[in-house]
């Protein structure tokens, strides 16, 4: 058994400044352990006291009678590293630090955390600034919260990780109204060991452990989360997060519209969609998604029936439904037929969906019929019941009644009540249909469980075939042509250009290139030329020499730098502009591609994929991003409009991506706006470019 697991199921555990006031924060540990039932050895320890509760308190760790699997460290973040050396050269597997005061606090309380993680060696350490841990699993509570005064916790398998102690309280205590069952809390805070990825990792493996929650501030180290997360999604575990800081100005000051576009919060969007996580919108997703997934029901499709004994609450789960592309066709003439066999009279409404069968939920047998009939159904792929007030004077009927279906199908049941019924709606859950009090939570956990079933792992990642020697390059901002020069190197087609410095160079290339050319600047100090009027597009031999000339003038009023060099391009046209770039920041690299040209930011029709730890994209993957844009009907044909060349752009998103990848650290920026996608068969041209490179590598 590993340090964790030891965790997570000590036999002995030590409470090292324990107290013998049990109203006392530091009077809970032993307190808790004692109430939940915990059955192994518990020795506290404070040299003021002989015992605590009826067991014998020892005044010093040294004089403990034996190694404790664990300890729970109550001192001040003064003391507390004193007591976890002594903890470490004892042996002990791991110690929960719960005092706060470190690197939450600044300077000095990041040195003291240094301090505590030098203490520690190679015992592993909770926390600090942790509220500890709840194994409701094995009735092990190893914590001082005060949410753990409650007499009972709902046992069941959810896991929570989070790194604010305060908030596994709150989900705790919303659980247990929910009659939601939990299987381990665990509060990971200020990580100097141990951290989120590590419990991700032991929750795939915890066979008590069927879906895991995370409440999430930042992912201190991707790969390993990647890797646990995987892992997780690969054992059949869903994992739900809910990530805070979505209002943080994510954009970083960037020379490329990339990084404008590709923000903090959209990595974390990329990492979790990447790796299978269901990222919770809100906080009570973070409740209602997991229940749900937590029956192991399967969602095969976005059809869903809906049965109600009240039209108005019928409607309201029908338009949430609707708002986020679910189905709710009317039922088959078999099913139909079966529903109308159960009821006599005109009261029900039951050639359409909402199916408003009026008596159900006063005659069990008439619900479990229609349940059962809509449950058999071919036109459906799940079920939601709407539990009116009629179930207030005989929930354990219903719910009974309900429940007594479930074993003839494994498609998704779920319920929506109706009243204000939080014990009928925790009746509900606990005989194993997911209740809600909200119509939009009913369509959140469904969402949530058709991306777990739609989720595919990612595909081998594109190798480049050879290392490409960029030693040519200078560190820093590359001019447009240089640029470009760089692209091609890595099998990007780029638009037929030309450099000149004057206006005769300048009509000889645009006669030499044929038809219309576009004349730009040459500057690497100036990235975004079309706003100092360093762009000129539909020129000819004939005009473009007095163009060049303007163009000189006009950048030298609004920039201040008069431009020496200037590129003549041919002119590409007829073609769909797009964006492609790479963006860089703690959680990985990502590819970005959306709709580019110079209203690439404005309408910010953009996805992004990081990627893997080696190699690029794959070809699967450039497709599911080209598919996910909202533009996507432009390059297939919308509207008559002739076909692009997709398989040319794939090609070119999978080059670039293999360029970021063998680039590494050398590749600050990379981006090609706009990148035309021209008629299927003609290919792609890179029409504009930026890139930056560091000096190492």
Same mark, same amino acid.
Request: proline fraction near 5%; charge should be negative; aromatic fraction near 4%.
């Given at each position: 058994?590993?340090?964790?697991?030891?965790?997570?199921?000590?036999?002995?555990?030590?409470?090292?400044?324990?107290?013998?006031?049990?109203?006392?924060?530091?009077?809970?540990?032993?307190?808790?352990?004692?109430?939940?039932?915990?059955?192994?050895?518990?020795?506290? *320890?404070?040299?003021?006291?002989?015992?605590?509760?009826?067991?014998?308190?020892?005044?010093?760790?040294?004089?403990?009678?034996?190694?404790?699997?664990?300890?729970?460290?109550?001192?001040?973040?003064?003391?507390?590293?004193?007591?976890?050396?002594?903890?470490?050269?004892?042996?002990?597997?791991?110690?929960?630090?719960?005092?706060?005061?470190?690197?939450?606090?600044?300077?000095?309380?990041?040195?003291?955390?240094?301090?505590?993680?030098? &203490?520690?060696?190679?015992?592993?350490?909770?926390?600090?600034?942790?509220?500890?841990?709840?194994?409701?699993?094995?009735?092990?509570?190893?914590?001082?919260?005060?949410?753990?005064?409650?007499?009972?916790?709902?046992?069941?398998?959810?896991?929570?990780?989070?790194?604010?102690?305060?908030?596994?309280?709150?989900?705790?205590?919303?659980?247990?109204?929910?009659?939601?069952?939990?299987?381990?809390?665990?509060?990971?805070?200020?990580?100097?060991?141990?951290?989120?990825?590590?419990?991700?990792?032991?929750?795939?493996?915890?066979?008590?452990?069927?879906?895991?929650?995370?409440?999430?501030?930042?992912?201190?180290?991707?790969?390993?989360?990647?890797?646990? +997360?995987?892992?997780?999604?690969?054992?059949?575990?869903?994992?739900?997060?809910?990530?805070?800081?979505?209002?943080?100005?994510?954009?970083?000051?960037?020379?490329?519209?990339?990084?404008?576009?590709?923000? +903090?919060?959209?990595?974390?969007?990329?990492?979790?969609?990447?790796?299978?996580?269901?990222?919770?919108?809100?906080?009570?997703?973070?409740?209602?998604?997991?229940?749900?997934?937590?029956?192991?029901?399967?969602?095969?499709?976005?059809?869903?029936?809906?049965?109600?004994?009240?039209?108005?609450?019928?409607?309201? *789960?029908?338009?949430?439904?609707? *708002?986020?592309?679910?189905?709710?066709?009317?039922?088959?003439?078999?099913? &139909?037929?079966?529903?109308?066999?159960?009821?006599?009279?005109?009261?029900?409404?039951?050639?359409?969906?909402?199916?408003?069968?009026?008596?159900?939920?006063?005659?069990?047998?008439?619900?479990?019929?229609?349940?059962?009939?809509?449950?058999?159904?071919?036109?459906?792929?799940?079920?939601?019941?709407?539990?009116?007030?009629?179930?207030?004077?005989?929930?354990?009927?219903?719910?009974?009644?309900?429940?007594?279906?479930?074993?003839?199908?494994?498609?998704?049941?779920?319920?929506?009540?109706?009243?204000?019924?939080?014990?009928?709606? &925790?009746?509900?859950?606990?005989?194993?249909?997911?209740?809600?009090?909200?119509?939009?939570?009913?369509?959140?956990?469904?969402?949530?469980?058709?991306?777990?079933?739609?989720?595919?792992?990612?595909?081998?990642?594109?190798?480049?075939?050879?290392?490409?020697?960029?030693?040519?390059?200078?560190?820093?901002?590359?001019?447009? +042509?240089?640029?470009?020069?760089?692209?091609?190197?890595?099998?990007?087609?780029?638009?037929?250009?030309?450099?000149?410095?004057?206006?005769?160079?300048?009509?000889?290339?645009?006669?030499?290139?044929?038809?219309?050319?576009?004349?730009?600047?040459?500057?690497?100090?100036?990235?975004?030329?079309?706003?100092?009027?360093?762009?000129?597009?539909?020129?000819?031999?004939?005009?473009?020499?007095?163009?060049?000339?303007?163009?000189?003038?006009?950048?030298?009023?609004?920039?201040?730098?008069?431009?020496?060099?200037?590129?003549?391009?041919? $002119?590409?046209?007829?073609?769909?502009?797009?964006?492609?770039?790479?963006?860089?920041?703690?959680?990985?690299?990502?590819?970005?591609?959306? $709709?580019?040209?110079?209203?690439?930011?404005?309408?910010?029709?953009?996805?992004?994929?990081?990627?893997?730890?080696?190699?690029?994209?794959?070809?699967?993957?450039?497709?599911? $991003?080209?598919?996910?844009?909202?533009?996507?009907?432009?390059?297939?044909?919308?509207?008559?409009?002739?076909?692009?060349?997709?398989?040319?752009?794939?090609?070119?998103?999978?080059?670039?991506?293999?360029?970021?990848?063998?680039?590494?650290?050398?590749?600050?920026?990379?981006?090609?706006?706009?990148?035309?996608?021209?008629?299927?068969?003609?290919?792609?041209?890179?029409?504009?470019?930026?890139?930056?490179?560091?000096?190492?590598?």
């Amino acid at each position: 058994m590993n340090a964790i697991s030891r965790l997570l199921q000590p036999r002995s555990v030590a409470v090292i400044g324990a107290s013998a006031d049990a109203s006392k924060t530091a009077g809970r540990p032993v307190a808790y352990l004692r109430k939940h039932g915990f059955t192994g050895e518990i020795y506290p *320890v404070n040299p003021r006291v002989d015992n605590i509760d009826g067991l014998r308190c020892y005044p010093d760790i040294a004089s403990l009678p034996a190694v404790p699997d664990v300890a729970i460290v109550l001192l001040g973040a003064e003391r507390a590293h004193i007591a976890v050396r002594e903890l470490a050269e004892r042996g002990t597997d791991a110690a929960i630090v719960l005092a706060s005061g470190y690197t939450e606090t600044g300077e000095a309380g990041a040195r003291r955390q240094a301090q505590l993680m030098e &203490a520690a060696g190679s015992m592993r350490i909770l926390g600090p600034n942790t509220i500890g841990l709840v194994n409701l699993t094995d009735n092990i509570v190893l914590s001082a919260s005060g949410a753990l005064e409650m007499a009972h916790f709902p046992v069941g398998s959810m896991g929570v990780v989070s790194q604010s102690g305060g908030i596994l309280g709150a989900l705790l205590s919303r659980a247990a109204a929910r009659g939601i069952g939990l299987s381990k809390l665990i509060s990971t805070s200020n990580e100097v060991d141990l951290e989120l990825a590590d419990f991700v990792d032991y929750l795939a493996d915890d066979p008590a452990t069927k879906v895991i929650a995370l409440y999430v501030e930042s992912v201190r180290n991707p790969e390993k989360f990647r890797a646990a +997360a995987l892992k997780a999604a690969r054992a059949g575990k869903p994992v739900v997060a809910f990530k805070i800081g979505r209002s943080e100005a994510g954009a970083q000051a960037a020379v490329s519209h990339t990084g404008a576009l590709a923000g +903090a919060d959209r990595m974390y969007d990329a990492l979790f969609k990447q790796v299978g996580v269901i990222r919770a919108q809100a906080f009570s997703d973070l409740l209602d998604i997991p229940v749900a997934l937590s029956t192991g029901r399967v969602l095969r499709g976005n059809r869903v029936a809906i049965l109600t004994s009240t039209g108005g609450a019928g409607t309201l *789960v029908s338009d949430s439904l609707g *708002v986020s592309g679910f189905e709710t066709p009317a039922p088959d003439a078999e099913t &139909a037929a079966r529903l109308r066999a159960l009821q006599t009279g005109d009261h029900a409404a039951l050639d359409r969906n909402p199916i408003d069968v009026t008596l159900a939920g006063l005659q069990p047998e008439l619900l479990r019929g229609a349940i059962r009939a809509l449950l058999d159904s071919p036109s459906y792929d799940a079920l939601t019941i709407i539990v009116g007030s009629s179930s207030l004077a005989m929930p354990e009927l219903m719910a009974g009644a309900i429940q007594d279906c479930l074993p003839g199908s494994d498609k998704p049941v779920i319920a929506f009540v109706s009243p204000h019924a939080p014990d009928v709606a &925790a009746l509900l859950t606990q005989r194993g249909v997911p209740a809600f009090a909200a119509a939009e939570s009913c369509t959140v956990a469904l969402a949530g469980m058709l991306q777990t079933a739609r989720w595919k792992a990612p595909p081998t990642p594109s190798m480049a075939s050879a290392t490409v020697s960029i030693d040519d390059f200078r560190a820093g901002a590359l001019d447009e +042509a240089q640029a470009k020069q760089l692209f091609a190197r890595f099998g990007l087609p780029c638009a037929r250009e030309t450099v000149v410095t004057t206006a005769a160079e300048a009509e000889s290339a645009a006669a030499a290139l044929g038809g219309r050319v576009v004349l730009k600047i040459l500057c690497s100090e100036i990235t975004h030329k079309s706003d100092v009027g360093g762009v000129a597009i539909n020129l000819t031999a004939e005009n473009i020499g007095a163009r060049l000339a303007a163009m000189t003038a006009e950048v030298q009023a609004k920039a201040n730098i008069e431009p020496k060099r200037f590129l003549v391009q041919e $002119m590409v046209s007829g073609g769909t502009e797009l964006i492609l770039g790479m963006h860089r920041d703690p959680l990985g690299t990502a590819i970005l591609l959306g $709709m580019g040209g110079i209203t690439a930011e404005l309408f910010k029709d953009t996805t992004l994929r990081l990627l893997p730890a080696q190699g690029g994209l794959s070809r699967e993957e450039a497709l599911e $991003m080209v598919h996910e844009l909202k533009t996507w009907p432009l390059l297939d044909g919308f509207r008559g409009r002739p076909k692009a060349d997709v398989e040319a752009l794939l090609s070119s998103i999978v080059a670039f991506s293999q360029m970021a990848a063998q680039l590494g650290e050398r590749l600050l920026e990379a981006e090609i706006n706009p990148i035309f996608v021209l008629h299927a068969g003609q290919g792609v041209r890179a029409a504009d470019g930026v890139v930056v490179l560091s000096g190492q590598g």
